[in-house]
């Protein structure tokens, strides 16, 4: 079945860049996406790829997909103590364009 | 900007009480999302309309839990009997329609606790 993980936990110094990694296992995505949640929150559209494409960047933010090895990331450049909160990586899974979360990497950026 | 509306934020009941959460998507979003997400975990697709008709609740525990959108814009969730196990974080998104290019906006959430 449909399956996204991630590591649950990551540690920076504020002005150091973060790389957040996420497989997934379904070949058949066709967007892959990157949203963060703060604490108590919902949940907010960071960023997204299209599954042809092997790089976006978005001011801080670089995507990078290794479709061969179904393989995502997300890196964030100086790193700032606002960023600290739940990243999760998604897939488009579903026929009704569903999204299929992993459980979420934990960013942690002491100052 | 125009953001998705979920009501009430936070909900403390006893197991075996009922309990409705009520979502109010962005508007002229035809597609609503109800997920679930159990602390440490990645929200759950629980049931997703299409205006006002269920095109996916195959997550959706139909024994205790049901789900509508009657006019096709707001909906509520209900879950009766409420259970320890529900205890959770219930989050409501819109999105224009079901295209992969349609981004999924994400409300606040309802965090429900069940004693």
């Known amino acids: 079945g449909e399956d996204v993980e991630q590591s649950l936990f990551l540690s920076v110094r504020e002005g150091d860049s973060s790389v957040i990694n996420c497989t997934y296992t379904?070949?058949?995505?066709?967007?892959l996406y990157w949203y963060k949640q703060e604490p108590g929150a919902g949940l907010q559209l960071l960023t997204y790829?299209?599954?042809?494409?092997d790089m976006k960047q978005d001011q801080r933010l670089t995507v990078l997909l290794n479709k061969k090895d179904k393989h995502l990331s997300l890196r964030i450049a100086d790193t700032q103590t606002g960023d600290s909160a739940i990243y999760f990586c998604?897939?488009?899974?579903?026929?009704?364009?569903?999204?299929?979360f992993g459980k979420g990497t934990k960013l942690s950026v002491k100052p | 900007e125009a953001e998705v509306a979920q009501s009430p934020r936070y909900k403390i009941t006893e197991k075996s009480q009922a309990v409705a959460f009520w979502c109010d998507p962005i508007?002229?979003?035809?597609?609503l999302y109800w997920y679930r997400q159990i602390l440490g975990q990645g929200p759950e697709l629980l049931v997703q309309?299409?205006?006002?008709?269920?095109?996916?609740d195959s997550q959706l525990p139909k024994d205790r839990f049901s789900a509508e959108r009657l006019k096709g814009v707001d909906s509520t969730l209900k879950i009766q009997p409420a259970e320890l196990g529900d205890s959770a974080m219930y989050l409501c998104?819109?999105?224009?329609?079901?295209?992969?290019?349609?981004?999924?906006?994400f409300g606040p959430g309802t965090r429900l606790t069940v004693l």
């Open positions: 309309f299409q205006d006002e008709s269920v095109v996916d």
């Open positions: 379904d070949s058949s995505s066709t967007y």
């Open positions: 998604a897939e488009s899974g579903g026929s009704q364009g569903n999204l299929i």
């Open positions: 998104a819109s999105s224009p329609g079901v295209s992969f290019t349609d981004t999924q906006y």
């Open positions: 508007s002229g979003h035809a597609t």
């Open positions: 790829i299209f599954s042809n494409m």
